[in-house]
C-alpha cells in the first residue's frame, strides 16, 4: 500500500498527467486516494476513468464511489479474482463476508470442517494480493472486501434468500421472518444489531446447506424453530432464543458452538456424536437446568458454562474429556454435583468459583499435569488432595 504522497502521484499522473493535481482539483484528488485508501490498483483505474472530467463530474463519481466500488474498479480488481475457481473462490468469498480479522487458528478449523484446504488456499490468497497477513489475522483491503459482498449481491440482487451469503441485518430479518431461505445459503453473519426478529418453525427449513449463522451482536430474537441444519460448522448466536436444538439436529461437522446468554433450558436428548466440537460457550445461560451425554465430543477443549445459575449437576462424562483444557463453573450458585471421578489430562484451568453449595471434588484418576489454575476457593472442598 502507498503513503499519501505516492498515492497522489500515481493518482495525477493517470487523471492529469502530471505529478500533482492542479489547485481546484486538489480537495477531490485527496478524497479519491482516501477512498482508494493506498491500493495502486484502484488509484491507476479511478484515475484514468476520472480523466478529463469536469469537477462536476469528479463529484458525481467519487460519491457513487463511496457507496460501491466503480464498475471498472471491480472489473480490475476480478482480474485477481475471476482466476481462482471451486474451493478457492469459495474461500475468498467466505472471508470476504465473514472472516476478514479473525485469527488464522480460529478460521482454519471451521474452513478444514468445509473441506476447503484453507491452509494452501490462504497462501493462494496472499499470492494473488487477495488478503494480507497482520500477525495472526487475516486482513482484506476495504475494495476488495466490498467486491467480494458486491459478487455475491450480485447472485440475486432483489431476493435475499436467492444468494449464498448473508450479513446485512434487514436481509437477514427480511428471510428469517418471512420463511424465504432457501438451499442457496450457506452463511449468515449479523454485524450489526436490528430490531427484534421474529422467527418460526420454518424459518431455517430450506435452508439444507448452511454452513454458518453467527449474530454475536445484541439482536433479539423470538420464537421456536422446527428445523436448524446439520451442515452447520459454525454456530456462534448470542441471545439464542431456543430452549432445546431441534431433536433431528444432528451437525457432525460442527466445529464451534458459542450460545452465551440464550434461553437455553438443555441442549438435546441422549446422544450426538460431534467429534469435531471444540469450543462450547454456554456463559450466563441462566435457565439451563442440565447438561447431555458428553461422550460423542471427546474432542471438546473449552467449555464455559460460567453465570449458569440453575445448572445443579454436570454430567459425569464430562470428566472423561481427556482432551479439555478449560472449564469455567464461575458462579453457578446452584451447582450441587460434579463427576465422581475426573480424567482430565490436558486440563490448565479449573474454575469453580461462588460456587457455594458444592460441597466435593472429585476423585482424581490419573494426572493433570498441565493444570495450571485452580481456583482458591475449592480449597474448602472435601476430597480435593
Same mark, same amino acid.
Given at each position: 500500500?502507498?503513503?499519501?504522497?505516492?498515492? #497522489?502521484?500515481?493518482?495525477?499522473?493517470?487523471?492529469?498527467?502530471?505529478?500533482?493535481?492542479?489547485?481546484? %482539483?486538489?480537495?477531490?484528488?485527496?478524497?479519491?486516494?482516501? %477512498?482508494?485508501?493506498?491500493?495502486?490498483?484502484?488509484?491507476?483505474?479511478?484515475?484514468?476513468?476520472?480523466?478529463?472530467?469536469?469537477?462536476?463530474?469528479?463529484? $458525481?463519481?467519487?460519491?457513487?464511489?463511496?457507496? $460501491?466500488?466503480?464498475?471498472?474498479?471491480?472489473?480490475?480488481?476480478?482480474?485477481?479474482?475471476?482466476?481462482?475457481?471451486?474451493? #478457492?473462490?469459495?474461500?475468498?468469498?467466505?472471508?470476504?463476508?465473514?472472516?476478514?480479522?479473525?485469527?488464522?487458528? *480460529?478460521?482454519?478449523?471451521?474452513?478444514?470442517?468445509?473441506?476447503?484446504?484453507?491452509?494452501?488456499?490462504?497462501?493462494?490468497?496472499?499470492?494473488?494480493?487477495?488478503?494480507?497477513?497482520?500477525?495472526?489475522?487475516?486482513?482484506? *483491503?476495504?475494495?476488495?472486501?466490498?467486491?467480494?459482498?458486491?459478487?455475491?449481491?450480485?447472485?440475486?440482487?432483489?431476493?435475499?434468500?436467492?444468494?449464498?451469503?448473508?450479513?446485512?441485518?434487514?436481509?437477514?430479518?427480511?428471510?428469517?421472518?418471512?420463511?424465504?431461505?432457501?438451499?442457496?445459503?450457506?452463511?449468515?453473519?449479523?454485524?450489526?444489531?436490528?430490531?427484534?426478529?421474529?422467527?418460526?418453525?420454518?424459518?431455517?427449513?430450506?435452508?439444507?446447506?448452511?454452513?454458518?449463522? $453467527?449474530?454475536?451482536?445484541?439482536?433479539?430474537?423470538?420464537?421456536?424453530?422446527?428445523?436448524?441444519?446439520?451442515?452447520?460448522?459454525?454456530?456462534?448466536?448470542?441471545?439464542?432464543?431456543?430452549?432445546?436444538?431441534?431433536?433431528?439436529?444432528?451437525?457432525?461437522?460442527?466445529?464451534?458452538?458459542?450460545?452465551?446468554?440464550?434461553?437455553?433450558?438443555?441442549?438435546?436428548?441422549?446422544?450426538?456424536?460431534?467429534?469435531?466440537?471444540?469450543?462450547?460457550?454456554?456463559?450466563?445461560?441462566?435457565?439451563?437446568?442440565?447438561?447431555?451425554?458428553?461422550?460423542?465430543?471427546?474432542?471438546?477443549?473449552?467449555? *464455559?458454562?460460567?453465570?449458569?445459575?440453575?445448572?445443579?449437576?454436570?454430567? *459425569?462424562?464430562?470428566? #472423561?474429556?481427556?482432551? #479439555?483444557?478449560?472449564?469455567?463453573?464461575?458462579?453457578?450458585?446452584?451447582?450441587?454435583?460434579?463427576?465422581?471421578?475426573?480424567?482430565?489430562?490436558?486440563?490448565?484451568?479449573?474454575?469453580?468459583?461462588?460456587?457455594?453449595?458444592?460441597?466435593?471434588?472429585?476423585?482424581?484418576?490419573?494426572?493433570?499435569?498441565?493444570?495450571?489454575?485452580?481456583?482458591?476457593?475449592?480449597?474448602?472442598? $472435601?476430597?480435593?488432595?
Amino acid at each position: 500500500m502507498l503513503d499519501d504522497d505516492a498515492a #497522489l502521484e500515481l493518482f495525477s499522473l493517470n487523471a492529469f498527467k502530471r505529478n500533482q493535481p492542479p489547485n481546484n %482539483y486538489l480537495k477531490l484528488a485527496r478524497l479519491a486516494i482516501f %477512498y482508494a485508501q493506498g491500493l495502486p490498483l484502484a488509484l491507476i483505474v479511478l484515475g484514468s476513468h476520472l480523466i478529463d472530467r469536469s469537477i462536476e463530474q469528479w463529484e $458525481v463519481a467519487l460519491d457513487s464511489s463511496k457507496r $460501491v466500488p466503480h464498475k471498472k474498479i471491480q472489473d480490475i480488481l476480478r482480474v485477481s479474482f475471476d482466476a481462482p475457481e471451486g474451493h #478457492l473462490k469459495t474461500l475468498f468469498l467466505d472471508i470476504a463476508c465473514f472472516f476478514k480479522g479473525n485469527t488464522v487458528n *480460529h478460521v482454519i478449523p471451521i474452513l478444514e470442517a468445509c473441506d476447503l484446504n484453507p491452509v494452501i488456499g490462504i497462501e493462494l490468497l496472499k499470492e494473488k494480493a487477495l488478503i494480507t497477513m497482520d500477525g495472526c489475522k487475516i486482513w482484506m *483491503h476495504d475494495l476488495i472486501e466490498e467486491m467480494g459482498k458486491e459478487i455475491v449481491h450480485q447472485e440475486s440482487p432483489d431476493l435475499p434468500g436467492e444468494r449464498s451469503r448473508l450479513w446485512i441485518g434487514e436481509d437477514v430479518d427480511l428471510v428469517l421472518t418471512n420463511n424465504t431461505g432457501t438451499n442457496k445459503i450457506k452463511g449468515i453473519q449479523v454485524w450489526s444489531a436490528t430490531d427484534e426478529i421474529c422467527l418460526n418453525g420454518k424459518s431455517f427449513s430450506e435452508m439444507k446447506s448452511l454452513r454458518y449463522f $453467527v449474530s454475536s451482536y445484541e439482536t433479539s430474537y423470538s420464537g421456536e424453530i422446527d428445523y436448524l441444519s446439520n451442515e452447520l460448522r459454525w454456530l456462534d448466536w448470542l441471545l439464542c432464543p431456543l430452549q432445546s436444538f431441534p431433536s433431528n439436529f444432528y451437525p457432525k461437522k460442527l466445529v464451534a458452538l458459542n450460545i452465551p446468554d440464550s434461553c437455553i433450558t438443555r441442549l438435546w436428548e441422549g446422544f450426538k456424536n460431534l467429534q469435531s466440537l471444540t469450543p462450547m460457550d454456554l456463559s450466563a445461560c441462566e435457565f439451563l437446568t442440565e447438561l447431555p451425554d458428553f461422550t460423542g465430543i471427546l474432542n471438546l477443549k473449552d467449555l *464455559h458454562l460460567d453465570g449458569c445459575k440453575r445448572l445443579v449437576e454436570v454430567h *459425569h462424562s464430562v470428566g #472423561l474429556l481427556n482432551k #479439555l483444557v478449560t472449564l469455567n463453573l464461575h458462579d453457578c450458585s446452584n451447582l450441587v454435583k460434579l463427576p465422581r471421578e475426573i480424567s482430565l489430562t490436558s486440563i490448565e484451568t479449573i474454575c469453580l468459583r461462588n460456587c457455594e453449595r458444592l460441597a466435593e471434588f472429585p476423585k482424581i484418576i490419573g494426572k493433570m499435569a498441565s493444570l495450571r489454575y485452580l481456583d482458591p476457593s475449592i480449597g474448602k472442598l $472435601v476430597g480435593l488432595k
